[in-house]
């Protein structure tokens, strides 16, 4: 406790500790995440890991392969279109093949050792950006397979990339709470959606991406504030889905399968449990059009990275935020 009796969280950046959340976040996107995470109840420390499923046990793709899968249509079922409406997420079977999903984690296994060492157990290891400096990464951004999906899951002409990521809950990592990203994107539009792509299968005892099931769910969510600080945000938010019945879809990712979920979808994933790090990329495309809000909150992170040169109030279309999903026409970046 500090002084003031008030509930203190060490993990953020001091500039950030007082006053509530209307403020610009001060660290950078990995201090985010690793403060992030301390906002998710666990009920005991993880233990008793056990042996992951390894990577797709076959001979990783060329990286021309990885451009030429991810350049070509995928062919939704109008059925996940529907789905993504009513659900708020879908999980789409075989986006990715075994070979490129094996290339993308071998890639991304270098990069994260290359920015966070490899001492990082029961930690939640992120990187951002990689599109910038990283071929296969950018192909993975401004693919017109996974931005066309998102275009057509959000029914949209036109989706432009937010940010990309790499979310690596390492072995012994807990829960991450219990959000939703329309406070998490600076954005005046819930047309938003996360492509979340894991770089393996993912069992139940890795922490697979969880989604309460609605996009209504926000309603019987409005009360609930916010808590910087500590747990009971994602303690409440979790009551309040047991109590009002909303289902959860808590199953585990087959290799190649994606998942996409809305702006509007409230989602969790468990801990770790395992010996392999539950590595995922996650890319989010927005509709084309969209404004920043006028005053983003420090749940944003590290927004202004993702939308340079862009003030509050200001159309969300820097240089960092090319069109890479269409609905007709032309699939590739604008
Ligand atoms: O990977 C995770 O555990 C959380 C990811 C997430 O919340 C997201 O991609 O929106």
Redesign the pocket.
């Known amino acids: 406790m500090a002084l003031t009796d008030q509930p203190e969280n060490l993990r953020l950046p001091e500039a950030n500790r007082a006053g509530g959340i209307d403020q610009d976040w001060a660290g950078d996107d990995q201090d985010w995440w690793d403060w992030y995470v301390t906002l998710a109840a666990n009920d005991h420390d993880p233990a008793d890991l056990v042996p992951g499923p390894g990577l797709p046990d076959v001979e990783p793709a060329s990286d021309e392969q990885v451009e030429r899968e991810l350049a070509e249509p995928y062919d939704l079922d109008p059925a996940a279109v529907e789905a993504f409406a009513r659900d708020a997420f879908v999980k789409v079977p075989g986006v990715l093949s075994p070979a490129v999903v094996r290339r993308l984690a071998e890639r991304l296994q270098e990069l994260l050792v290359a920015e966070h060492g490899d001492d990082v157990a029961g930690r939640?290891t992120a990187l951002e950006q990689m599109w910038l400096h990283d071929d296969l990464m950018r192909a993975v951004a401004l693919s017109p397979r996974i931005g066309g999906l998102a275009a057509a899951l959000l029914g949209e002409p036109g989706v432009r990339l937010y940010h990309d990521?790499a979310?690596s809950?390492e072995p012994g990592c807990g829960r991450?709470p219990w959000?939703h990203?329309a406070e998490?994107f600076p954005l005046q539009t819930t047309q938003a959606v996360?492509a979340?792509m894991p770089m393996s299968a993912v069992p139940g005892r890795m922490?697979p991406?969880s989604f309460a099931r609605g996009m209504r769910v926000l309603d019987e969510m409005d009360d609930l504030a916010f808590d910087k600080v500590g747990t009971t945000y994602d303690v409440a938010v979790s009551q309040r889905l047991a109590e009002r019945g909303v289902p959860v879809e808590s199953s585990p990712f087959a290799i190649g399968e994606v998942s996409f979920?809305s702006a509007l979808c409230f989602?969790?994933?468990g801990p770790n449990l395992t010996t392999q790090p539950?590595r995922?990329l996650?890319t989010?495309y927005f509709a084309d059009g969209a404004r920043v809000v006028e005053s983003p909150t420090l749940i944003s992170g590290t927004w202004r990275e993702f939308l340079p040169g862009v003030e509050p109030g200001g159309l969300a279309a820097s240089e960092l935020n090319p069109v890479v999903g269409r609905t007709s026409g032309s699939t590739g970046p604008a």
């Open positions: 939640f990521n979310l809950k991450t959000h990203d998490h996360t979340w922490g991406l979920h989602h969790t994933a539950r995922a996650a989010t």
